[in-house]
């Protein structure tokens, strides 16, 4: 039976019963981004056993530096972060919250040096992508929890427990979900349904899609009938490759961006996206109806993991597992999902919304039942011979857009 009481906390409470109003432009995070991801030589290789750990001086350093992606965190109209404030005067941390995760290669490129030298990146914690999370666990890039500073890491929900990579969640918890799908401007073009429909004559130069190679090429692989989720090979990959290299040199492809692809739509020099779910619908509460509108294709959506990970040279361990136990509480979890308007990983959070706003429990993007969950397919993990070579090609495809 679902526990609808309200939170005891008054404070939490009114941060998830305001959270549908707080929703307010975050395009100014966008402003610079870099647009394709470069191309990267992802060797193979084991966990370095040299790696150790950085000491952790948390009990002397109260500050942790958060790096997470655009669109991510509960923000007011005064362009603070309710969730975040409240965490800092609860725990007398004091968080850098960086917003400069705008794709996960483009990102890597960045810190890989440092990592491999298990050196401070200037990050403590970061969300990378699931299949960019089980690279650094094998490669040994990321700290172990001390799980009892994390009581609440036992509320992730059953499903993103025990994944193949990291059995228990020993270095990694995620931190939101949510689907790739198409997105239109309801104010320029007709109803866009199909992949196919993205190279309609109307659309010619304005259409985006994004870096993200397994959520675009995943959605032309299942526009090919292909079950991404399950065995395919280089034949089915060049294959869907092949049409994405048609639409780019052909200019009906306008971008090939990471988060930064909101700029197009925003500035109408694209009217049609491969787009993320919680992405599109807070476009919309910025225009205050739905201008874009976000469609699973009839083939079918991706859906994607980002996962908290405390890289290997962080000396501030002890202050990220806080910050994490903190957004594993149920009403916390609720509040950021009702804005940021991703699937949240955490058991009670549906609960708690519920108590606060039953309609948006219901919302498919949020907390997918079963039905919708069929419609969705996640990219299968790729060992590291097939990713050096659909990630290689897909950059020769990215880097001529």
């Given at each position: 039976m679902l526990n609808r009481s309200l939170p005891e906390d008054p404070m939490i409470r009114n941060l998830i019963s305001m959270a549908k109003k707080s929703q307010v432009s975050r395009r100014t995070f966008l402003a610079g981004a870099g647009g394709s991801a470069v191309a990267l030589g992802l060797a193979a290789c084991a966990a370095d056993e040299a790696l150790v750990a950085a000491e952790d001086v948390s009990a002397t350093d109260k500050t942790l530096n958060w790096s997470n992606w655009p669109f991510y965190i509960d923000e007011d109209d005064d362009g603070n972060y309710p969730t975040l404030v409240a965490f800092q005067e609860k725990f007398g941390i004091d968080v850098n919250y960086m917003v400069d995760f705008d794709d996960n290669n483009t990102y890597y490129a960045k810190v890989?040096?440092?990592?491999?030298?298990?050196?401070?990146?200037?990050?403590?914690?970061?969300?990378?992508?699931?299949?960019?999370?089980?690279?650094?666990?094998?490669?040994?890039?990321?700290?172990?929890?001390?799980?009892a500073n994390m009581p609440n890491k036992a509320n992730v929900v059953d499903r993103l427990a025990n994944p193949d990579f990291d059995p228990g969640r020993k270095k990694?918890?995620?931190?939101?979900?949510?689907?790739?799908?198409?997105?239109?401007?309801?104010?320029?073009?007709?109803?866009?349904?199909?992949?196919?429909?993205?190279?309609?004559?109307?659309?010619?130069?304005?259409?985006?899609?994004l870096s993200e190679m397994r959520d675009t090429m995943g959605l032309l692989l299942m526009a090919n009938g292909v079950d991404i989720s399950k065995d395919f090979g280089a034949d089915e990959f060049n294959e869907a490759l092949d049409v994405l290299r048609a639409q780019v040199d052909a200019g009906q492809i306008r971008n090939v961006r990471g988060n930064s692809y909101t700029e197009d739509?925003?500035?109408?020099?694209a009217l049609a996206a491969i787009a993320?779910?919680?992405?599109?619908?807070?476009?919309?509460?910025?225009e205050g109806y739905e201008k874009w509108k976000f469609v699973f294709p009839e083939s079918g959506a991706t859906i994607w993991n980002d996962t908290f990970v405390v890289p290997i040279g962080s000396p501030r361990k002890s202050n990220a597992e806080a910050?994490?136990?903190y957004y594993y509480e149920p009403e916390v979890a609720a509040e950021v999902a009702?804005?940021?308007?991703?699937?949240?990983?955490?058991?009670?959070?549906?609960?708690?919304?519920?108590?606060?706003?039953?309609?948006?429990?219901?919302?498919q993007l949020i907390f997918p039942n079963d039905?919708?969950?069929?419609?969705?397919?996640?990219?299968?993990?790729?060992?590291?011979?097939?990713d050096n070579e659909f990630q290689a090609a897909f950059q020769s495809v990215v880097l001529g857009a």
């Open positions: 890989r040096d440092q990592l491999a030298l298990g050196q401070d990146m200037g990050a403590d914690l970061v969300c990378p992508t699931e299949w960019m999370v089980s690279r650094w666990v094998s490669l040994g890039y990321a700290q172990e929890f001390n799980e990694s918890l995620p931190w939101q979900a949510g689907f790739a799908g198409i997105a239109y401007n309801t104010d320029k073009t007709g109803e866009v349904k199909t992949v196919e429909d993205l190279w309609r004559a109307d659309l010619n130069g304005r259409v985006v899609v739509l925003v500035n109408e020099d993320w779910s919680g992405d599109i619908t807070l476009l919309n509460y910025e910050l994490m136990n009702a804005w940021v308007n991703y699937v949240t990983p955490v058991k009670g959070a549906y609960e708690a919304m519920v108590a606060i706003d039953p309609e948006l429990a219901e919302d039905a919708t969950l069929d419609q969705v397919q996640a990219f299968r993990t790729l060992d590291s011979a097939e």
